[in-house]
C-alpha cells in the first residue's frame, strides 16, 4: 500500500504545471521523496514572487494508472531498479516513462539509428541490414518508429528484439500507416512514451522524444539527413551526452546526404557496415569506467536569505545563461542558487534551456 501511495505521489508530480526533468530531480534530492516535495510546492512558488502552485488532481492520475494497465503497459520512474541505466544519466532524463514489451532489452548494448523520414531506397536497404547485423551480434537498435529509416531499422531488428520510442501516447500510432509495425515493436520488443496516454504527436513533443533515443544508446548511427533535421538533433544530443556519433556517408549531389556529410567533417565515425558500429561500442575496461553519482539538484540545508534571492534574479534576464556562471558571478553556494531558481521557475518565471541555461520568462 506504501508503494503504491508512493508511486501516484511521483506521478503527481510529474503531471503537476511546470515540473520538467531537471525540476523533478531538484525536488527530489532537496525533499527526499515525491509527496514531500508536493507538499513544499505551494510554498516555494510564492516565494518565487508567483501564485500557489498548482498540483495534479489525483483523481486523473490514478485514471491514468489504470488506463495504462488496462493497455498491457506499465511506469517506469527514475529510481526503479529497471530504468535505464544510460537514460538515467542524462540531466533531464525523463522522470517516468510508460513501456510495453520487454525492458531487458536495454540491458544489451544498444545503438539508436535514425535518419529521414523521405529516405531513399537504398538509404532504406541499408539500414536495415544495419539493423539486421546488429541485431545478430547482439546488440539492440533503438529508433523512433517514423517514416523512412526509422521503419527500415525497426523491420530490420524485429527478429531480435527492437525498441521503439514514440513522441505520442502509449495508445497512439503515428504515422498512422505504422499502426501493424508499432503493434509488432511492442509484442516482439518494447516500446517507450514519455507522454500519457491519449497524446497526440505534437511538434514539441519530438525533441522530447528523441533525447529518449539518444539517451537509450551508446552510439547514434545516422543514415541520411538533411541540414537542421530532427535527426541531427539527435546526434547533437547524443554528442553532449558523451556518446558516440556515427554517420552513413552519401552523394555530395543528393540534399539528404548533406547533414550526414556534415557530421563525418565535424568528427562523427563514418560507418560503411555493422564492424564500423560494434567496435565504437565494445565494453569500456571496468577499470576505467567511474562509479556513478548519486544525486542531483539543491542539497537541503542551504536557504538563501532575501539579499541573496534579489542579487541571483539580478543576474537574470531574456538572454540564456549558464547555471555555473549565476553560481561564480553570486558568489553563493551552489544549492543555494539552485533553490533560487527553483523557487522562481514554480512560480511561472524561470525558463531552462539546453546546456544547463536558463534565462527569465
Do not use: W
Not at 529510481?79 to 510508460?98: G, K, Q, S, V
Not at 501493424?180 to 497526440?200: C, F, H, K, M, T
Not at 533535421?229 to 552519401?250: C, F, H, Y
Not at 558568489?331 to 534551456?353: D, I, K, M, S, T
Amino acid at each position: 500500500m506504501a508503494e503504491e501511495a508512493a508511486r501516484l505521489a511521483r506521478l503527481r508530480l510529474i503531471r503537476s504545471p511546470r515540473i520538467g526533468p531537471v525540476t523533478y530531480r531538484q525536488l527530489i534530492a532537496r525533499f527526499g521523496d515525491a509527496q514531500a516535495a508536493l507538499d513544499a510546492l505551494p510554498a516555494l512558488a510564492l516565494r518565487g514572487g508567483g501564485q500557489a502552485a498548482t498540483l495534479a488532481d489525483p483523481a486523473s492520475v490514478r485514471r491514468e494508472l489504470a488506463v495504462v494497465e488496462r493497455l498491457g503497459a506499465r511506469h517506469v520512474f527514475l529510481d526503479d531498479p529497471d530504468y535505464p541505466a544510460l537514460l538515467a544519466e542524462l540531466e533531464n532524463a525523463p522522470p517516468a516513462l510508460i513501456v510495453r514489451g520487454d525492458i531487458g532489452l536495454l540491458a544489451r548494448p544498444c545503438v539508436a539509428m535514425v535518419g529521414a523520414r523521405n529516405a531513399s531506397a537504398a538509404a532504406c536497404r541499408f539500414a536495415r541490414q544495419l539493423a539486421q547485423g546488429l541485431g545478430d551480434a547482439g546488440a539492440t537498435v533503438v529508433s523512433g518508429l517514423a517514416r523512412g529509416i526509422d521503419t527500415a531499422a525497426h523491420h530490420g531488428s524485429l527478429a531480435s528484439g527492437t525498441v521503439g520510442v514514440i513522441a505520442s501516447g502509449i495508445d497512439i500510432t503515428f504515422p498512422p500507416e505504422n499502426a501493424e509495425l508499432q503493434e509488432r515493436v511492442a509484442q516482439q520488443g518494447l516500446l517507450i512514451a514519455e507522454q500519457p496516454p491519449g497524446a497526440e504527436p505534437l511538434a514539441r513533443h519530438f525533441p522530447s522524444r528523441n533525447r529518449i533515443i539518444a539517451g537509450l544508446a551508446q552510439g547514434t548511427v545516422v543514415v541520411e539527413a538533411a541540414p537542421r533535421s530532427g535527426s541531427l538533433i539527435t546526434a547533437r544530443i547524443a554528442a553532449e551526452a558523451g556518446r558516440e556519433v556515427m554517420a552513413v556517408p552519401g552523394s555530395p549531389l543528393d540534399p539528404r546526404a548533406q547533414g550526414c556529410n556534415q557530421l563525418i567533417r565535424e568528427g562523427a565515425i563514418l560507418v560503411q557496415g555493422v564492424d564500423d558500429i560494434l567496435e565504437m561500442i565494445r565494453p569500456i575496461d571496468a577499470r576505467a569506467v567511474r562509479s556513478p553519482v548519486s544525486g542531483f539538484g539543491a542539497e537541503p540545508g542551504a536557504e538563501p536569505d532575501a539579499a541573496e534571492r534579489k542579487r541571483v534574479e539580478g543576474l537574470l534576464g531574456p538572454v540564456p545563461v549558464p547555471v555555473d556562471e549565476l553560481i561564480r558571478q553570486s558568489a553563493l553556494p551552489g544549492a543555494a542558487v539552485q533553490l533560487v531558481l527553483l523557487e522562481l521557475e514554480l512560480a511561472g518565471r524561470l525558463e531552462r534551456h539546453a546546456g544547463g541555461r536558463v534565462s527569465l520568462l
